[in-house]
């Protein structure tokens, strides 16, 4: 059974400060990678969606990578600002069981003070 | 630009009783899911559905019954509402192309208490 993890759970860091988010799973049998943002009381806004053939793909100052072979999915945000605050999820698309059902990870939450 | 439409967005029920929470979207997505999502749990997929006229069971099915006849459309019914079924709801629609890059959009949930 795929399972996602993502480590740390929170994460509190000055304004400007670059940062990395980890996301891992355990079967590397996935047709995409796909990274969230959610605010309090929101639904989830998509950021980043890594196909299985891909490395990373960018949007801004958000680049997401993806090592399919070893589990691992990094989320780099640079310059981070207090409106980056939230928490982001990643969430695979497992092979196999229909790609069109999402696996999620528990989240990071993160904080950015000004 | 819509995307996908989630009515209501917070409701209260008691024990015992039943609602349906909507779910509509408008860009003609194939897939609908939908999700409930815990405290430290993650998201959790309750049913899904492939296209109109095919739903089937996620990971945390009972309790729930669901149905989709048409593209735009995919209620979900709490058939007894229990309060192990106290959650955020969220709805999902996702799309595929031929080289089976999918992404999935998501409503802005309905939180639901059970009392």
């Known amino acids: 059974k795929q399972e996602v993890t993502q480590i740390p759970a929170a994460l509190s860091v000055p304004e400007g400060e670059n940062l990395v988010l980890n996301c891992s799973f355990t079967?590397?049998?996935?047709?995409?990678l796909q990274w969230f943002r959610q605010d309090p009381g929101k639904g989830l806004t998509s950021l980043l969606l890594?196909?299985?053939?891909?490395r990373e793909q960018t949007s801004g100052r958000l680049n997401a990578s993806l090592d399919k072979s070893s589990g691992r999915s990094t989320l780099y945000i640079a310059a981070s600002q207090p409106g980056d605050s939230a928490t982001y999820l990643c969430?695979?698309?497992?092979?196999?069981?229909?790609?069109?059902?999402?696996?999620f990870g528990t989240g990071t939450r993160l904080l950015v003070s000004p | 630009n819509a995307g996908v439409t989630q009515t209501p967005k917070f409701q209260v029920l008691k024990t015992g009783q039943s609602m349906t929470l909507q779910c509509a979207q408008d860009?003609?997505?194939?897939?609908m899911s939908w999700y409930r999502q815990d405290p430290g749990m993650g998201l959790r997929l309750i049913h899904y559905?492939?296209?109109?006229?095919?739903?089937d069971q996620g990971e945390v099915p009972n309790g729930y019954n669901v149905s989709r006849s048409t593209t735009e459309d995919f209620p979900l019914r709490l058939l007894s509402a229990a309060p192990s079924q106290t959650s955020v709801y969220f709805c999902?629609?996702?799309?595929?192309?031929?080289?089976?890059?999918?992404?999935?959009?998501f409503g802005q949930g309905t939180r639901l208490t059970v009392v």
């Open positions: 969430a695979v698309s497992p092979r196999g069981t229909g790609f069109q059902k999402l696996v």
């Open positions: 559905s492939v296209g109109a006229g095919i739903t």
């Open positions: 860009m003609n997505h194939e897939y």
């Open positions: 890594i196909q299985s053939s891909q």
């Open positions: 079967d590397s049998a996935i047709y995409n």
């Open positions: 999902a629609s996702s799309y595929s192309d031929r080289v089976l890059r999918t992404e999935a959009f």
